[in-house]
């Protein structure tokens, strides 16, 4: 919660620099130890979590804002940011824009306006990224995406919605590039799609279908050390990779 | 183009009643006769193109304004409807910025914000359509997809974008429902694929595929009053066909 001052402080710095009616809402997706990861921020003063967000300059490109707002949070540049979704109830942000009433008059008060989001997901590099609290949170962390704090606002239904496209988009397009390790075993990237899309599948379905799409390079080298039969590791083939992304997999029409 | 009373009323009617930044703009598809069909707009007094659009009430969801802009355009109510990207760059609307600068200052004049645009694509009833010009225009028609006329702003790159969005979706999504007439062969439905994907199809792997989705049911009596032998004829499984649009298609993970 921002003091009188400071509430005129930021909506004065707002209505100056950002485009009215307009934010971004942020799903950053990171994988580690076989858990699927997802960044919030805790509240100052308050026991509520939100999704990373913020607002689009008046002259910045909404690209720019999501990756400007995602560098902030996790000091990553390169990162695989896809525009998913615009949230536009006009109920959905009732309770910020009930939040500073009585402290200023809604004309004056950035929170009493309307708010659409654009929301972004992220998959990004865990090891790599470096949680960071905006101006009015505490605490930026990684939460299991089966152990998530309530969320405020609609920030609930933004990450099932997320979740909901990165399960379809698993039919079409290659993922793990920024999620995987360089180098990986079959079961370690099995354990990616079986996280994502919530359930198990068949190890040899899997492996049939994920080197059919012909995005995987299989090293020379098992990995060393095991006990037993060492897996073989495999790494993407970018270019292949790459090119899926834009056509979509060949398993497609 | 407006005259300056007719552009100080619109921005002042703007202004009261629509959210400032935003505006919806629609690839409305339809098919008819094996050719895929887009809707446009042509401008009064002007040799100038656009898709169907318009604005947000400032207390409508984003949805609700998409379906009441397609009704006024195209009477239906009934429409396959979908959110699929907004274009954030803030020069796309530089000539419409620059439009009316004579006329009125900017802080005056609706056309000099910037819009950020909501696409939506909607596939329609060909039969039952009734293209109708809004306000600006003189003409609502359709045209051919591979005979589209130069459109203005962006409108060539979010038309292109919905269709690229379609063609992803048919990996994934089932297609034909507000497109197909209730009874359909199974060539017919593969033009309507081959006119989206914009390729022709291998005629047994179209056929094997698309059954084995599971969404079409095929009719006892074949069609009648063809020389050789009669096709079958097919409709959708609604049940199954709505189970597949929530939960994609069983070719999936």
């Given at each position: 919660m921002f003091t009188k001052q400071e509430l005129i402080d930021f909506c004065?710095?707002?209505r100056e620099n950002y485009l009215a009616h307009i934010s971004i809402d942020c799903v950053v997706f990171g994988f580690h130890e076989g858990q699927l990861k997802v960044l919030v921020l805790k509240m100052k003063n308050e026991e509520a979590w939100y999704l990373p967000g913020g607002f689009v300059l008046k002259n910045e490109p909404i690209e720019n804002a999501a990756t400007r707002i995602l560098k902030e949070r996790t000091g990553l540049d390169e990162i695989f940011l896809q525009q998913f979704h615009v949230f536009g109830d006009p109920e959905r942000s009732r309770p910020h824009r009930d939040m500073?009433?009585?402290?200023?008059?809604?004309?004056?008060?950035?929170?009493?306006?309307?708010f659409l989001t654009i929301g972004y997901y992220a998959l990004v590099d865990f090891v790599n990224a470096m949680p960071t609290p905006d101006q009015h949170s505490i605490l930026c962390t990684w939460r299991d995406l089966d152990d998530m704090p309530a969320l405020e606002l609609d920030h609930s239904v933004i990450l099932k919605t997320a979740l909901d496209t990165l399960r379809l988009q698993l039919n079409y397009q290659p993922i793990g590039y920024n999620l995987m390790p360089k180098e990986f075993t079959m079961p370690e990237l099995q354990k990616l799609y079986e996280t994502i899309l919530g359930k198990k599948l068949d190890r040899r379905n899997f492996q049939r279908r994920i080197l059919g799409f012909g995005i995987l390079k299989r090293s020379e080298q098992p990995r060393k050390g095991g006990a037993h039969k060492a897996p073989y590791l495999y790494s993407f083939d970018l270019e292949n990779y790459q090119e899926a992304l834009k056509e979509g997999l060949k398993s497609g029409w």
């Open positions: 004065n710095n707002a500073y009433k009585d402290m200023l008059p809604a004309s004056e008060n950035w929170f009493a306006n309307r």
